[in-house]
């Protein structure tokens, strides 16, 4: 074949298992996936996009449904608590096929990508950060028109050594990007409480910077938006070709352009799509017009990331907020009528009994009709993992425990026990029957979901009750002579 000649390319795409063990409510639909196979197929290459975890799929069966389609080259996303499902299945691939070039991408495998090929040999080329642009062009090195030194953004081996290309410059006009493609995906296999939710991204990039969190390393420190017509051109397009009765916006802060914001509703309403949604924002990046517009479009729940109730712990984590606008923004959203969802790390460095003590009390005093307890965890590429390191504390190397759930580091003012039973306090408390009573009649169906969320709970509470009690009866019956 001649330089330069073009020839399709298969490409598989994985979403791993999961672990004995990973928690997950549901199958995640992995919206990463839908863009990368949506650029490839537009630039005329074969796409298979195998979601494991959606199908219950297991390595065995994976290695069959690789087998069966044969592919030029083999994708994979990883994210920190699966990258050694994600690493099990790049052998899987290379077992099978010995000579396809192996791709991991995913949050873990940007910030973990010299580690990763310097020891796994399964893997023969990470993508780092933003990924449509780097694997079109990692798809152009099968047949040989492009090398993968000219390729920016990606780490790979090359005569026993890592080799690290220039970063790649993130994508500005988003509206160029092809609607993720759903048609590989069994969609339903993704119903939340039975409804079709599907996942929709307006923006990229995130000017704040949180000690937690990697979006402004992976996606950039600049907001770049989609035009709001793309955007409302792509919601009607769910509702209409894929069935969606809801719709959940990813954006980190869809909120930030206010006028993008209400241009967005505007359309919603004048095209009738007449479907509830959700979206995450900053407690400073709201007000009561703004929460007014959303809920008039459709929206019925917001989610904030308020992270703590103590100030100190605020500052720590550098959300730039304070307790009086996570209360305010709290107060006006559920005026508004929407159903407030928080989260909250706990067992951030320089948390205390008297910090978390802090905290519940704001939940009692702003009553969030929802909240996500989140264990603080030192995810590669966060300045939390830096401090976390430079503190010198005896830090986990299993990635499997890092599902913010878990504690995965010592907190000399905390211990991992304390952190773990204020979580399971905190949920014993916080979904009690009242709440149940509370949420079941209202018509927000997010209310009605968590009420039943909250009910699963109680009962789960109730039989772990009686089955401990049942065991101790056992082993003092077993003691007796």
Not at 457 to 480: G, L, P
């Amino acid at each position: 074949m001649s330089i330069g000649e073009k020839k399709a390319v298969k490409v598989a795409l994985l979403n791993p298992p999961l672990v004995k063990g990973f928690f997950r409510h549901q199958p995640y639909l992995p919206i990463g996936l839908a863009y990368l196979a949506a650029v490839l197929e537009q630039a005329g290459h074969e796409v298979k996009v195998i979601d494991c975890q959606a199908l219950d799929m297991d390595l065995e069966r994976l290695k069959s449904e690789i087998s069966s389609f044969k592919p030029n080259l083999v994708g994979i996303t990883s994210i920190a608590p699966l990258i050694r499902s994600a690493l099990l299945s790049a052998k899987a691939v290379k077992e099978a096929f010995p000579d396809v070039p192996v791709v991991l991408g995913g949050p873990h495998a940007t910030f973990m990508d010299e580690q990763i090929i310097a020891q796994e040999a399964s893997v023969d080329v990470i993508v780092r950060g933003e990924g449509e642009e780097t694997l079109l062009e990692l798809v152009e090195t099968v047949y040989g028109s492009k090398k993968l030194q000219s390729i920016n953004g990606i780490t790979f081996r090359s005569n026993n050594q890592v080799v690290r290309t220039p970063n790649r410059a993130f994508i500005q006009n988003l509206d160029s990007l092809p609607r993720p493609a759903y048609n590989h995906f069994q969609l339903e296999k993704y119903r939340l409480f039975g409804k079709r939710v599907l996942p929709v991204i307006t923006s990229r990039g995130c000017p704040f910077q949180c000690s937690f969190c990697v979006a402004s390393r992976m996606f950039g420190k600049q907001y770049r938006m989609r035009s709001s017509e793309n955007v409302i051109d792509e919601l009607e397009w769910l509702k209409n070709e894929h069935g969606a009765e809801s719709f959940t916006f990813y954006d980190d802060t869809l909120t930030f352009d206010k006028q993008r914001l209400f241009r967005i509703c505007d359309g919603i309403k004048h095209r009738k799509i007449n479907l509830p949604w959700d979206c995450q924002s900053r407690v400073d990046q709201v007000s009561k017009e703004v929460l007014t517009k959303m809920k008039e479009a459709g929206c019925q729940q917001v989610f904030f990331g308020v992270e703590s109730g103590c100030q100190k712990v605020l500052d720590a984590v550098n959300k730039k907020t304070t307790i009086e606008q996570n209360e305010k923004a709290i107060k006006m959203a559920k005026e508004t009528g929407l159903f407030v969802t928080i989260s909250l790390i706990i067992g951030y460095p320089g948390e205390t009994r008297e910090t978390l003590k802090q905290t519940m009390d704001f939940v009692k005093r702003s009553k969030p009709d929802d909240v996500y307890v989140c264990v603080a965890t030192p995810f590669p590429g966060t300045e939390l993992r830096s401090l976390v390191e430079k503190t010198g504390w005896k830090t986990s190397s299993n990635w499997d425990f890092y599902d913010t759930i878990t504690p995965v580091f010592e907190n000399p003012e905390l211990l991992p026990d304390e952190i773990v039973t204020f979580r399971e306090k905190f949920y014993d408390s916080f979904y009690s029957a009242s709440y149940v009573f509370q949420h079941s009649f209202k018509r927000n169906s997010y209310s009605r979901m968590m009420a039943r969320t909250a009910a699963n709970h109680i009962f789960w509470r109730i039989r772990s009750a009686r089955k401990s009690k049942k065991t101790v009866a056992s082993d003092v019956n077993d003691s007796n002579p």
